[in-house]
């Protein structure tokens, strides 16, 4: 017996809302192993380069898994250009987002461990938003070009 009775596109949407925390979670934690062997075991001093390397893996993790599993769209195969270069734009905020959250946490006197895990809850409504709506949109606007020059045709085939 179901607690909560669905419409198909409700029950899509709270599939969709759990495989983005998984997805999530596949970048988290592969970042934040990263993070904590690149500080502990191979003892790099740099924050901003611990940082940054963890991102980038768990950024790779996250578009496999975010494109082609969560936000999986046929349509968004003829997008594939526009849809990477969106997720990179949106990444390079999130890395400076993501750099900013960490560094303030440690300059404020916290442990640096416990950092991802502030910045995982500010990003996981953060990118939710984005990707749903930007990145990888149930549909992408038409091209004006191609719209324009499909209007300038169908008027000359009117006039004739």
């Not at 809302?17 to 997805?23: F, K």
């Not at 901003?48 to 999986?72: A, C, E, K, M, P």
């Not at 999130?94 to 442990?111: D, H, M, S, T």
Request: no cysteine.
């Amino acid at each position: 017996m179901k607690l909560f009775k669905l419409k198909k596109k409700e029950e899509r949407e709270v599939r969709r809302i759990v495989e983005y925390l998984v997805s999530g979670g596949a970048f988290f934690w592969s970042g934040y192993i990263v993070l904590l062997a690149m500080n502990w075991w191979l003892g790099v001093e740099y924050l901003w380069l611990s940082t940054s390397v963890s991102y980038i893996v768990g950024w790779v993790v996250n578009y496999i898994l975010q494109r082609y599993w969560v936000f999986d769209n046929p349509k968004l195969a003829k997008h594939q250009t526009e849809v990477t270069e969106r997720y990179i734009f949106i990444s390079f905020v999130n890395l400076f987002l993501n750099f900013a959250i960490i560094e303030i946490w440690v300059k404020q006197g916290f442990y640096l461990e416990l950092a991802p895990f502030v910045a995982s809850i500010f990003f996981t409504a953060w990118n939710y938003f984005w990707y749903k709506f930007w990145v990888f949109p149930e549909r992408f606007p038409r091209n004006r070009a191609n719209k324009t020059r499909k209007q300038t045709v169908k008027k000359k085939r009117s006039k004739k």
